[in-house]
Each structure stands twice: as structure tokens, then as C-alpha cells.
T-cell receptor, first 113, second 115 residues
Framework: KQEVTQIPAALSVPEGENLVLNCSFT??????LQWFRQDPGKGLTSLLL?????REQTSGRLNASLDKSSGRSTLYIAASQPGDSATYLC????????????FGTGTSLTVIP | EAQVTQNPRYLITVTGKKLTVTCSQN?????MSWYRQDPGLGLRQIYY???????DKGDVPEGYKVSRKEKRNFPLILESPSPNQTSLYFC??????????????FGPGTRLTVL
């Protein structure tokens, strides 16, 4: 069974700092990996989706990489801002069972002004 | 506006009283899914559907039922709720391509309390 782990569970950084969030998964047979953001009491917002054939995706100050063979993904946030404070979740879509999703427990990020 | 809607947003009920949480999307997505979110356990998939009349069990299907009679709707049914089903529930949808699912869009969540 696929297991997804996110480290660290919580992270606090001063505004302006660049940071990296980590996600690891145990089964490399995936269709894709997605990073989401969740604000307190709210639903999830998709940030980036990386297909299994891709190595990275970029959107603004966010860059996500995928190393399928080693079961790792990173989310890089450049020049962090207080508005980036949220919980960041990664999820993988499996091959077997097809299109079943597995989420990590998230990294809670606080950016201090 | 592209969106996934869930109703109700909040529900308090008692053990054994059947309930349905509705989910609807307006993006013509093939794929729809239900998750529950619990502290320390993260999001876990309950059921998912890749098209009308096609449903599959996720990681934690026990105690839940779903149906997909129309493309836009994917209701979650708890026939006999128990306190361990107290949780925050999310519905999500996405399109399906050759590479599997595309970006998932999530509803706002339904907070369920079973007394």
C-alpha cells in the first residue's frame, strides 16, 4: 500500500526566506503527484501537478520537482511572504489501484513578518 | 464559475440516523472522489468514480456508500452513522486524461459530528 510522508510537520521562517518542503512516497508506480495548499477551515487549492514523466513544474514563486525512482518530491517556495502561511499537502495518484489517491499529512508553514 | 459544491456544510446527527452529503461539480469532470480528513491522519480517500455508474473503493470505504447516476453529482451516503465517522469530509473532481487524473478541484468541506 502506498504511503506518503511529509517532513517537516511544521516549519516557521522569517519573511523573504527561500524554503523547501519535502514529500516522499513508497511506491514509484504513480500517474502524477500534486501539491495542494490548505488554509485553516478551508478546502484544498491545487498548486502544482507533476505528471510521472515530468521532472518539475513551476508557477510563479513555486517550483515542484519529482524524482519518481527515489520516491521524492520537493516544493520550493522563493521569497516567502506571510500570505504563504498555510498547510501544504502532497498527494500521489497510483497505478494500482488505478487513480486512487494517497495524501501526506502535510507541512504547516508559518511565515513571520 | 468553476466549482465543486457540497451540502450541508455542517451537520450534527445521532448514531444510526441515515444521512446523505451531496456533491456537485459544474466542470463536466469524469473523476469525482470523497475524502475524510482527521487530525494526525491527513486526508484519506473513501470512494471514487471515474465515470457515470463506475465507482471504486478507496482506502477507508467501510460504513459509506456512493452512487454516480449523473456525471455532475456524487452523493456520499452514511446508512447508519457512528461516532467514529465524525470528521471533515471533502468532495473533489477532476478531468481524466491518458496520464490519469488532472488537477483536482475540492469542495469547501462538510463538518460532520455523530453523537
Amino acid at each position: 500500500k502506498q504511503e506518503v510522508t511529509q517532513i517537516p510537520a511544521a516549519l516557521s521562517v522569517p519573511e523573504g526566506e527561500n524554503l523547501v518542503l519535502n514529500c516522499s512516497f513508497t511506491d514509484s508506480a504513480i500517474y502524477n503527484l500534486q501539491w495542494f495548499r490548505q488554509d485553516p477551515g478551508k478546502g484544498l487549492t491545487s498548486l502544482l501537478l507533476i505528471q510521472s514523466s515530468q521532472r518539475e513544474q513551476t508557477s510563479g514563486r513555486l517550483n515542484a520537482s519529482l524524482d519518481k525512482s527515489s520516491g521524492r518530491s520537493t516544493l520550493y517556495i522563493a521569497a516567502s511572504q506571510p500570505g504563504d502561511s498555510a498547510t501544504y499537502l502532497c498527494a500521489v495518484s497510483s497505478h494500482s489501484p488505478v487513480n486512487q489517491f494517497y495524501f501526506g499529512t502535510g507541512t504547516s508553514l508559518t511565515v513571520i513578518p | 464559475e468553476a466549482q465543486v459544491t457540497q451540502n450541508p456544510r455542517y451537520l450534527i446527527t445521532v448514531t444510526g440516523k441515515k444521512l446523505t452529503v451531496t456533491c456537485s461539480q459544474n466542470m463536466n469532470h469524469e473523476y469525482m472522489s470523497w475524502y475524510r480528513q482527521d487530525p494526525g491522519l491527513g486526508l484519506r480517500q473513501i470512494y471514487y468514480s471515474m465515470n457515470v455508474e463506475v465507482t471504486d473503493k478507496g482506502d477507508v470505504p467501510e460504513g459509506y456508500k456512493v452512487s454516480r447516476k449523473e456525471k455532475r453529482n456524487f452523493p456520499l451516503i452514511l446508512e447508519s452513522p457512528s461516532p467514529n465517522q465524525t470528521s471533515l469530509y471533502f468532495c473533489a473532481s477532476s478531468s481524466l486524461g491518458v496520464g490519469g487524473t488532472d488537477t483536482q478541484y475540492f469542495g469547501p468541506g462538510t463538518r460532520l459530528t455523530v453523537l
